[in-house]
C-alpha cells in the first residue's frame, strides 16, 4: 500500500496567482471591445439623450423631469455614442475661446489671409493634441505626476492677450514693426516678427512655470490665496472686453482709429462704413441677443453650444446683408497641418518679464480650475491624491507653454467653462475628453474651418467674444466670493484694484514714465525700463503684483466677529478650526463645500 502522502496532489499543480498570460489579456480586451460595438448598450447605454436635446420653456409650461440620467465618473466604461455626443459638445464650447485669440493676434499685427487661417488650425490642432496630455497622468520619478488625470482641456490663454497687446505696442513704438500713415491716420503694418518674438520669449518663460510644479501645492496656495488669483482673474476678462470686445463690437480696432482722421475712415469691407455705426452695433447685439435667448429656451446640449450658435446666427444675417467677404473661405486650403507656415523665434528682452507674470498667473488659474475640475468630477480635493493632480496639471501646462511655441501657438491654459459641461451632461469620463481632442484636431485640419472663422465680421466676433470676455471676469467675482472678507482682505482689494482699474480706464497712463531716465542710457537699461512699462501697462498684472506683495507682507488678523456677543445669550467661543488662516493652514482655492462650511460655521 502506498504512502497516503504520495497521493497528495503536487505543489506545482495549485492556482497561480497574478496576471493573466498576455495573450489571454488581449483576447479578453477584444472580446469587451467587441461587445461595446455589436451592443445597443455598448453604444446607448442608459443615458436619456431626450433630456439632452429637448429645449424648454423658462417659465410655466410642462416641467422637465426631475430624474436626471446616470452620472458617469472618471473610469466608468462610458457607451460609444455619448462620448462622442458629449466630446462633441466639449469641442464646441471650447471653439470659441480657440479661435479668438489667433484672430486678435493676426489682426493686431496685420497678417495676411493665408497666415491668419494658418494660424487659427495651429491653435486647434495644438490645443488637441496638448489636451491628450493634460488628460493623461504619465508617471515620473520621485512620485510626480504629468498631466491631472481629470477631463482637463486646455486652450490659449486669455492672460497673453492683455500682455501680448503690450509687447506689439512696444514694438510699434520703437520701430520693430512698421507703421503706416494713409491721410493722416497711422495703422500697424504687417509684422510677423512680433508673433516670433512672443512665442520665443514664452517658450523661455515657460520654465518657471514648470518649477512652479514642483513646489509644494500648500506653499503655492499661501502664495496665490482666492484674494490674489480672484483679482488676477477679474482684470483680465475686464480689460479683453475694454481692449477687443466692445472694439471689435463697434466695427474693429482699425476702424476706431480711423475716427480720428477728416473725414472718418469707412471700414468694413464689403459694406464699409464708421466704427460704432448702427448697422455694426446691431450685428453685435444680434449674436449677443441669441446668446441670451439660448440660455432661456435651449436644450442642455444648445446652452453648451450657446457661443457658436451666437456666431452662426450672427453670420447667417451678416452674410444676407453683404457684410461677410468669402475671400479667406476661398484661399484657405482644403488640408493643413502644424509648421505649413513658420516664425522666426526670437526673445525680445523687454517681454521676459511680462512673460514671466503671465506664466505665474497661468499657475495660479490652473490651480483654481484642478479644483474645479476635481469637484464636479466628484473626485477628491483634498488630501495627496488630489496635490498630485495639481503638481501634474501645473507641469502640464509649463511643458504646454514649451511645446506649444514650437507648434507656434501661444501659451495654453485649462479651459474652466468645460466643468460647465461636466456638470450639465454628468459625464466626467475622459473618454469623452479623447472624443473632443479628435474633434479639434479634426476641425484644425480642414483648412476651409479656419477660413470659415476668418470670415466672420468684426462686429459679430465682438458681439460674442464681449459676453465671453465678461464670462472670465465673473469667473474673478466666484474665486473673490471664497474671501472672507476681513479689513486685511478689503484692503489688499482696494490697494490691487487702484493701479489695475486705473490702466484699465486710462490706458497709456505708465508709457512715458521713464522718458527723462532713457536719455543717455544703454540699450540694455533702457530695455529694462521698457519691460516694467509693459508691466504695469497690463492692468492684472499691476494688480497681480501689488496683492502678492500686500498678502506676504501684511500681518494676519483674528476674525473681527469673535467679538460679537449675541443680544441676550452669553459670549461664545470661536471654535479652533476657526482659526487656520492664522495658524497659516489656510489651503488657499479650496473646494466649494468647504467655503460654505466655512461660511455656516462662523
Known amino acids: 500500500m502506498s504512502d497516503p502522502i504520495d497521493a497528495q496532489p503536487e505543489p506545482s499543480t495549485a492556482p497561480q496567482l497574478g496576471k493573466p498570460p498576455l495573450g489571454a489579456r488581449i483576447r479578453d480586451i477584444a472580446a469587451r471591445r467587441y461587445e461595446k460595438i455589436t451592443t445597443k448598450d455598448g453604444w446607448v447605454g442608459e443615458y436619456d439623450f431626450g433630456w439632452l436635446c429637448m429645449p424648454g420653456l423658462p417659465w410655466g409650461g410642462p416641467k422637465r423631469r426631475s430624474k436626471a440620467p446616470p452620472f458617469y465618473a472618471l473610469e466608468a466604461d462610458l457607451p460609444i455614442l455619448l462620448a462622442m455626443v458629449v466630446g462633441f459638445q466639449h469641442a464646441l464650447a471650447m471653439l470659441a475661446g480657440l479661435i479668438t485669440p489667433p484672430i486678435i493676434f493676426a489682426s493686431t499685427l496685420a497678417l495676411d489671409p493665408a497666415t491668419q487661417s494658418y494660424m487659427v488650425s495651429a491653435s486647434l490642432i495644438g490645443c488637441g493634441i496638448l489636451s491628450l496630455v493634460q488628460m493623461s497622468r504619465i508617471p515620473l520619478f520621485g512620485g510626480y505626476r504629468l498631466g491631472t488625470g481629470l477631463l482637463t482641456v486646455v486652450g490659449t490663454s486669455f492672460a497673453t492677450l492683455s500682455t501680448a497687446f503690450s509687447i506689439f505696442n512696444s514694438l510699434y513704438a520703437n520701430g520693430t514693426c512698421p507703421t503706416i500713415t494713409v491721410n493722416g491716420v497711422s495703422t500697424n503694418g504687417p509684422c510677423p516678427d512680433a508673433y516670433g518674438m512672443l512665442l520665443g520669449t514664452s517658450l523661455v518663460c515657460s520654465f518657471l512655470e514648470m518649477g512652479l510644479s514642483f513646489v509644494p501645492v500648500r506653499i503655492l496656495k499661501r502664495i496665490f490665496p482666492p484674494i490674489v488669483t480672484g483679482t488676477v482673474i477679474l482684470l483680465i476678462g475686464a480689460s479683453l472686453i475694454g481692449s477687443s470686445g466692445i472694439t471689435n463690437w463697434g466695427g474693429g480696432s482699425n476702424c476706431l482709429d480711423g475716427l480720428t482722421a477728416t473725414p472718418p475712415v469707412l471700414c468694413g469691407g464689403l459694406r464699409p462704413t464708421t466704427w460704432g455705426s448702427p ?225 484699465l480706464l486710462v490706458p497709456g497712463i505708465f508709457e512715458h514714465l521713464f522718458d527723462q531716465a532713457r536719455i543717455g542710457k544703454s540699450n540694455a537699461l533702457q530695455g529694462f525700463f521698457d519691460s516694467i512699462t509693459i508691466v504695469l501697462d497690463t492692468p492684472f498684472l499691476a494688480a497681480g503684483i501689488t496683492a502678492v506683495i500686500l498678502n506676504l507682507l501684511l500681518p494676519l488678523e483674528v476674525d473681527d466677529r469673535e467679538d460679537i456677543v449675541e443680544t441676550g445669550t452669553p459670549e461664545t467661543t470661536v471654535p479652533e478650526h476657526t482659526h487656520d488662516v492664522e495658524a497659516g493652514t489656510d489651503d488657499g482655492l479650496g473646494s466649494k463645500e468647504k467655503a460654505t462650511k466655512l461660511d455656516d460655521e462662523n
Open 279 to 503: 448697422e455694426y452695433i446691431g450685428l453685435g447685439f444680434l449674436s449677443f441677443i441669441t446668446i441670451v435667448l439660448v440660455e432661456f429656451f435651449g436644450s442642455p446640449f444648445m446652452k453648451n453650444a450657446s457661443i457658436i450658435i451666437g456666431l452662426i446666427v450672427g453670420c447667417i444675417v451678416a452674410g444676407g446683408a453683404g457684410y461677410i467677404d468669402g475671400s479667406s473661405i476661398r484661399t484657405a486650403p482644403a488640408i493643413t497641418f502644424l509648421w505649413v507656415k513658420t516664425f522666426k523665434l526670437d526673445v525680445y528682452g523687454p517681454a521676459i518679464l511680462p512673460m514671466l507674470a503671465v506664466y505665474i498667473s497661468l499657475a495660479m488659474e490652473a490651480i483654481g480650475d484642478i479644483t474645479a475640475s476635481a469637484e464636479v468630477s466628484r473626485v477628491e480635493v483634498e488630501g495627496e491624491d488630489f496635490d498630485s493632480r495639481i503638481q501634474g496639471g501645473v507641469l502640464s501646462d509649463g511643458i504646454g507653454g514649451f511645446v506649444s511655441a514650437l507648434f507656434t501657438v501661444t501659451p495654453l491654459s485649462i479651459f474652466a467653462q468645460n466643468n460647465g459641461v461636466i456638470a450639465i451632461t454628468r459625464c466626467a469620463n475622459r473618454g469623452a475628453g479623447r472624443w473632443c481632442c479628435f474633434f479639434l484636431i479634426l476641425f484644425g485640419i480642414l483648412g476651409k474651418i479656419s477660413g470659415v472663422f476668418l470670415a466672420i465680421p468684426d462686429p459679430v466676433l465682438g458681439g460674442v467674444t464681449t459676453f465671453l470676455f465678461a464670462s472670465v471676469a465673473v469667473s474673478g467675482l466666484r474665486v473673490l466670493s471664497y474671501v472672507k472678507w476681513q479689513r486685511r482682505d478689503r484692503f489688499i482689494l482696494a490697494a490691487a484694484l487702484s493701479p489695475g482699474l486705473g490702466d
